[in-house]
C-alpha cells in the first residue's frame, strides 16, 4: 500500500532588495535563498526585486532574514496607488547625489593643490587632509560597506579595488603626515617625474584617495538613476485605463472613478472615450480600436454581445457595456502581469569592471604581498617594505574606471540623441553584441499604424477628383479611422470639401448623405446592394483583389449607379525596404511579429523583403515566440511600438520601442527610437556597438596605465607625481577615447 504524499502549496512572494551594488551581488542572494527547503529565487539587480517561490506556510520574514544574513536588505513591497517618482523617494540614489555632490566640492581643491606647485601654500597638506578625509571616509562609504560584504564572501568586484586603493593611500597619508616627514611646514609635491627609492614617509597619496572617489561615485550615481526606470512600464501601463467612468444606476448614468466598478455593472462610453474595463456590449454598435493592446490595424466592429477589452477607444457610437472582469483579472492587468515577468526573468549582466576587478585585485593584492616579502627578505627596513608594499595598492587604483563607462556613455548617448536614438544604460549595449535576430511588430513599426487611401479604382465616366470629392466630403462626416483616411487623402489631393446636406451612418454598412445635390452611399458592397447599385465587373475585381492581400476596400455610389472602389490599408513606411536591407547587411535575420491575419502579414513581408513571418499573434502570445526563438539559441531584439508589445519587449535580450508609440512600449525597451524610422534600429546597434568597443578599450588603458607603474611602486620608485600622472594620463585617454564616438553617422548619411 502507498501513501500519497500531500500535495505542496506554494506561494509567489516579492522581496525588494537593497544595498547591491553589482550583478554578483543578486547571484550571492539568490543563492543563499535558494538553500532554503523548498524555495526557488530569482533575484534581479536591475529591479533590484526577488521573486520567490515557496511553501505557502513560510513566513515571508523568513526570507528578509535570510537576505539579511547575507549583508543585504530586504522588504515587501508596499502597495500604492500613486506613482513614484524615481529620484525624489529613493533613499539609495538621493544618498549617491549627496556623496558626489559633496565629494566634487572637496576633492577638486584637494587634487589641485596636489598637482599645481605654485598653489602649495605653507601647510597646504594639512588644508588638503581636512578636504580629503570626508570624501574618502563619508563618500566613499559604500564602497568600503560593499567590500566588506565582498571579504566575507570571498568575492571581489571594483568596490573591493576602489576601497582597497583609497583606504592605502589615505592610511599611508596619515602615516606620513603624522610619523614622517610629510607633515612639516613648506613641505611640497615638486613637478618632477624622476625615480628614486624613498622610505615614502615624505608623500601624501590624498589627490588619488578623493579623485578615485568623486569619479567612481559620478558612475555609480549615473548608473543607479537609469537603472531605477525599469518600473516605469508597469506604472505606464496600469495609467492607461479610464480613470473614472460613467455608470447606469436605475437608468441614470453616474460618473465613478473606474476602480469602484464591480462585476455586472453597466456603464456607458461614448465616441472618444475608453472603455473602462472589460466586459460585453449590452447595446449600440460601434467601431472599436484595439490596436495598442491587440496589434490590429484596423478597427473592430462590434455590437450587441460582443466583448470589449478595457483601455480600448471607441471609435464610433454610443456603446452600453456591462463590466465582467475588474481589476487584477482584466487584460490589461494581466499584460502588466506579463511586463513584471519578463522584466524580472532578464538575464542580467555583470558590469564589465566588476568582472575585471574580481581577476585584477586578487593579482594586485598579490603583488603586494610578494613586494612586502621580497623587500624583507632582501634585507630592507620594515618601513621600506611597506611602503613599497603600499604603493603597490595604491598605483593599482585606476580612477579612470570610474570614467571608463559613463564618458562613453554620456558622449554615444548624446550622439544617439542627436540621430533619434535613446539609449538606457550599459547592460543595454552589452545585449546588442551577440543580437542574430531582430523581431518586428508590423503595425506602426514596419507600417506608418494608420488608415491610408492607397488606390482609387473608379468606373467609365467617372473621375477620381469627383469621386474623392463627394466621398470624402461624406466619410468627413464619420469619426471612423476609414473614414478620415478618406477624408483625409480627398483634402489633400482635391482641396477643400464641400458640406453634406445631410448624413446618416448606416450600422454596421458605411454612411449615406446628399452632398452637392447627389445621393451618395460610401460603405460596404452590400449597402450599395440595397440601393440596387450593383458592382461592376472591374469594380469587383478591383474589390476582390484588394481583399486577397488583406486590405479594406470600400465602395462608392451614386445617383443610382456605382462609382469607385477605395482602397484602405496600414500603409508601409517608405523606409521600411531599406531599413530591412540595412538590418541584413548586419549579420541579423529580420521576423514579422504580428496579431493581424496572416494575409496582411505576409503582404507586408514581401513588400519589405522579410522571409519569416509569425501573424494572428495574442500579446501573450508574443512573449512566448520570443521565449521559442530564444530556446533555439537565437539572441533575439525586438522591435514594437504599442502595448500589445511591452512584455515581448521586456522579455527580449535587446527591446527597442518606436518613439511614436505608447508610454508602456518605451518604458519596458531598452532603446527609444525617436524618430519613428525604422532604419534607426540599424543605427541604434551599430551605435550600441560602438559605444560598448569604446567602454571596452577605456577600461582596458583605464587599468594599463597604472599596471605599467606597478613595477616601479614594487621597487621602491614610486613618487606622488607618477601616482598623479598615472591617474591623470588614463583619465585623459579614456575622455579623449570617448569623445571618438562623436563622429559616429548614421547609416543614410544625413547626419
Not at 456607458?268 to 490595424?297: F, N, Q, Y
Not at 488606390?455 to 474623392?468: G, H, P, Y
Request: glycine share 10%.
Amino acid at each position: 500500500m502507498t501513501t500519497a504524499r500531500p500535495e505542496v502549496r506554494l506561494a509567489d512572494i516579492e522581496l525588494e532588495i537593497g544595498g547591491m551594488t553589482c550583478a554578483s551581488c543578486a547571484m550571492r542572494i539568490e543563492k543563499k535563498l535558494n538553500k532554503l527547503d523548498g524555495v526557488v529565487a530569482s533575484v534581479n539587480y536591475a529591479t533590484e526585486k526577488a521573486r520567490v517561490t515557496a511553501p505557502a506556510e513560510l513566513d515571508p520574514q523568513t526570507l528578509i532574514a535570510e537576505v539579511e544574513k547575507t549583508g543585504y536588505t530586504a522588504v515587501l513591497p508596499t502597495p500604492s496607488t500613486e506613482p513614484k517618482s524615481d529620484e525624489q523617494t529613493d533613499p539609495e540614489l538621493v544618498s549617491l547625489r549627496q556623496r558626489l555632490i559633496g565629494s566634487i566640492v572637496l576633492s577638486v581643491p584637494v587634487i589641485a593643490l596636489s598637482m599645481i606647485p605654485a598653489l602649495q601654500f605653507t601647510n597646504w597638506q594639512w588644508a588638503s587632509l581636512t578636504l580629503a578625509a570626508p570624501v574618502i571616509v563619508w563618500a566613499a562609504w559604500p564602497f568600503h560597506r560593499a567590500a566588506w560584504t565582498n571579504l566575507r564572501h570571498g568575492a571581489a568586484t571594483m568596490d573591493t579595488l576602489v576601497s582597497v586603493g583609497t583606504g592605502a593611500a589615505f592610511l599611508w597619508s596619515l602615516y606620513a603626515l603624522f610619523f614622517g616627514t610629510a607633515g612639516m611646514p613648506g613641505m611640497q609635491h615638486g613637478f618632477e617625474f624622476t625615480v628614486a627609492p624613498s622610505d615614502g614617509a615624505g608623500n601624501i597619496y590624498l589627490e588619488v584617495a578623493s579623485g578615485v572617489t568623486m569619479f567612481v561615485l559620478a558612475g555609480r550615481y549615473f548608473e543607479k538613476r537609469s537603472k531605477k526606470q525599469a518600473g516605469a512600464a508597469l506604472r505606464a501601463l496600469l495609467e492607461l485605463g479610464a480613470k473614472d467612468v460613467a455608470v447606469l444606476r436605475k437608468g441614470v448614468e453616474v460618473r465613478v472613478p473606474s476602480d469602484r466598478l464591480a462585476v455586472g455593472d453597466e456603464f456607458v462610453v461614448r465616441p472618444g472615450e475608453k472603455v473602462a474595463t472589460d466586459g460585453v456590449i449590452v447595446s449600440g454598435r460601434s467601431a472599436v480600436d484595439a490596436s495598442m493592446l491587440t496589434g490590429e490595424s484596423l478597427p473592430v466592429e462590434v455590437g450587441e454581445g460582443d466583448p470589449v477589452i478595457g483601455a480600448t477607444v471607441n471609435a464610433g457610437g454610443r456603446l452600453v457595456v456591462r463590466a465582467t472582469r475588474i481589476g487584477s483579472d482584466t487584460q490589461l492587468a494581466q499584460m502588466a502581469k506579463l511586463v513584471q515577468d519578463a522584466q524580472s526573468g532578464k538575464a542580467e549582466v555583470q558590469r564589465l569592471a566588476d568582472k575585471v576587478a574580481g581577476i585584477f585585485v586578487p593579482i594586485v593584492i598579490g603583488i603586494a604581498l610578494v613586494t612586502l616579502a621580497g623587500w624583507l627578505i632582501g634585507g630592507f627596513s620594515v618601513a621600506s617594505a611597506f611602503t613599497a608594499a603600499v604603493a603597490v595598492l595604491i598605483i593599482a587604483c585606476p580612477c579612470a574606471l570610474g570614467l571608463a563607462t559613463p564618458t562613453a556613455l554620456l558622449v554615444g548617448t548624446g550622439r544617439g540623441a542627436q540621430l533619434g536614438i535613446l539609449i538606457k544604460g550599459p547592460e543595454v549595449l552589452e545585449s546588442t553584441r551577440k543580437v542574430d535576430t531582430v523581431v518586428l511588430d508590423k503595425t506602426g513599426t514596419v507600417t506608418t499604424g494608420r488608415m491610408t487611401l492607397l488606390d482609387v479604382v473608379v468606373a467609365a465616366s467617372t473621375t477620381r477628383a469627383e469621386v474623392l470629392r463627394l466621398a470624402g466630403a461624406l466619410e468627413d462626416s464619420s469619426e471612423h479611422p476609414i473614414a478620415q483616411a478618406i477624408a483625409k487623402a480627398a483634402t489633400q489631393e482635391v482641396g477643400a470639401l464641400p458640406t453634406p446636406e445631410s448624413f446618416a451612418n448606416v450600422e454596421g454598412q458605411g454612411v449615406q448623405g446628399i452632398v452637392n445635390a447627389h445621393a451618395v452611399l460610401v460603405g460596404r458592397e452590400s449597402l450599395l446592394a440595397q440601393w440596387s447599385q450593383p458592382l461592376d465587373a472591374a469594380l469587383s475585381e478591383a474589390m476582390a483583389a484588394a481583399q486577397r492581400q488583406g486590405r479594406t476596400a470600400v465602395a462608392v455610389g451614386w445617383d443610382g449607379q456605382a462609382r469607385a472602389v477605395l482602397v484602405v490599408a496600414d500603409a508601409v513606411k517608405a523606409s521600411s525596404a531599406e531599413a530591412i536591407g540595412a538590418l541584413k547587411a548586419l549579420g541579423l535575420t529580420p521576423v514579422l511579429l504580428t496579431g493581424d491575419n496572416q494575409t496582411v502579414a505576409e503582404q507586408v513581408a514581401a513588400e519589405v523583403g522579410i522571409t519569416e513571418v509569425f501573424a494572428e499573434v495574442l500579446p501573450q502570445d508574443k512573449l512566448e515566440v520570443i521565449r521559442r526563438l530564444q530556446a533555439d539559441g537565437k539572441v533575439v531584439a525586438m522591435v514594437g511600438d504599442g502595448v500589445n508589445d511591452a512584455a515581448a519587449l521586456a522579455q527580449a535580450d535587446l527591446g527597442m520601442a518606436m518613439g511614436t508609440g505608447t508610454d508602456v512600449a518605451i518604458q519596458a525597451a531598452d532603446i527609444t527610437l525617436v524618430r519613428g524610422d525604422l532604419r534607426a534600429v540599424s543605427d541604434a546597434i551599430r551605435l550600441s556597438r560602438s559605444t560598448l568597443g569604446t567602454i571596452k578599450v577605456n577600461l582596458f588603458w583605464a587599468f594599463a596605465y597604472n599596471v605599467a607603474a606597478i613595477p616601479l611602486a614594487a621597487f621602491g620608485l614610486l613618487n606622488p607625481m607618477i601616482a598623479g600622472a598615472a591617474m591623470a594620463f588614463s583619465s585623459v585617454f579614456v575622455v579623449g577615447n570617448s569623445l571618438r564616438l562623436r563622429s559616429f553617422r548614421s547609416a543614410g548619411g544625413t547626419r
